[in-house]
């Protein structure tokens, strides 16, 4: 990845970028927390996207494990 001309050496890989607009972020954990905000807002801010979807697949039901993100 470069950011401002500098090439960064380290493994920023988001889980799935659609039509260069949206980010969206698997998980599967007992509960998302704020790292997890973390990781999507970074890759929203890297990235220059300002809509994501974090996605936590380990719930009963699935809509209670989705959260829109928007930067």
Do not use: P
Not at 22 to 28: A, L, N, R, Y
Not at 37 to 53: E, H, N, P
């Amino acid at each position: 990845m470069i950011y401002e001309e500098v090439k960064l050496e380290i493994g920023y890989r988001l889980d799935i970028l659609i039509e260069n607009k949206v980010i969206v972020e698997v998980k599967s954990v007992e509960v998302l927390n704020e790292v997890h905000l973390a990781q999507i807002l970074t890759y929203m801010k890297l990235s220059g996207c300002r809509v994501g979807l974090l996605i936590n697949f380990n719930v009963k039901y699935l809509k209670d494990g989705m959260r829109r993100v928007v930067y």
